[in-house]
T-cell receptor
Framework: AQSVAQPEDQVNVAEGNPLTVKCTYS??????LFWYVQYPNRGLQFLLK??????LVKGSYGFEAEFNKSQTSFHLKKPSALVSDSALYFC????????????FGTGTRLQVFP | DVKVTQSSRYLVKRTGEKVFLECVQDMDHENMFWYRQDPGLGLRLIYFSYDVKMKEKGDIPEGYSVSREKKERFSLILESASTNQTSMYLC???????????????FGPGTRLTVT
């Protein structure tokens, strides 16, 4: 069965420092992976997705994610964190090859300190 | 821009009441989804609809039903609300992808439901 894990409930980083939010996955077949962000009292916003090709995927707000097949990981990164990046981040994997359903991780709260 | 709207941001209902949550999308998407979000549990799929009048159970359908009579509208119904259904409910929509074409989902702002 497809699954996704976010091993950290919270990540703290100082403004200006690089940030990484971790995600690992388990799929049968090709992995289709997504990152979403949720700001307080808002719905989820799409950041980026990996389908195939280049292992480094660039997305919105300066975020990027690195796909690593051997480590079954899809970590979200940003070279220089902003206080406004503080939010809840969700990794997701498509349920199976023939469905549009996504399976979401439990979320990681990112706190960026001034 | 894709817009997904939900009928209420906050809702307070009593135990045993029938509750309707409405969702409307304006991008002619085939797929619509209802999730509930609880701290530490992430998003869990309640129901999925891939076409008008078509639906599929998600991971936690018990105590819920859905209706999709028009392409743009997807309703979640709590037949008899219970306190354990207090949660944030999120609606989403997406294009139909299928194999090799995964499309992102677009989310509404959410409805925070409290059942007392």
């Amino acid at each position: 069965a497809q699954s996704v894990a976010q091993p950290e409930d919270q990540v703290n980083v100082a403004e200006g420092n690089p940030l990484t939010v971790k995600c690992t996955y388990s799929v049968s077949g090709n992995p289709y992976l997504f990152w979403y962000v949720q700001y307080p009292n808002r719905g989820l916003q799409f950041l980026l997705k990996y389908i195939t090709g280049d292992n480094l995927v660039k997305g919105s707000y300066g975020f990027e994610a690195e796909f690593n097949k051997s480590q079954t990981s899809f970590h979200l990164k940003k070279p220089s964190a902003l206080v406004s990046d503080s939010a809840l981040y969700f990794c997701a994997v498509r349920g199976s090859y023939n469905t549009d359903k996504l399976i979401f991780g439990t979320g990681t709260r990112l706190q960026v300190f001034p | 821009d894709v817009k997904v709207t939900q009928s209420s941001r906050y809702l307070v209902k009593r135990t045993g009441e029938k509750v309707f949550l409405e969702c409307v999308q304006d991008m002619d998407h085939e797929n619509m989804f209802w999730y509930r979000q609880d701290p530490g549990l992430g998003l869990r799929l309640i129901y999925f609809s891939y076409d008008v009048k078509m639906k599929e159970k998600g991971d936690i359908p018990e105590g819920y039903s859905v209706s999709r009579e028009k392409k743009e509208r997807f309703s979640l119904i709590l037949e008899s609300a219970s306190t354990n259904q207090t949660s944030m409910y999120l609606c989403a929509s997406s294009q139909a992808g299928g194999y090799g074409s995964p499309y992102e989902q677009y989310f509404g702002p959410g409805t925070r439901l409290t059942v007392t």
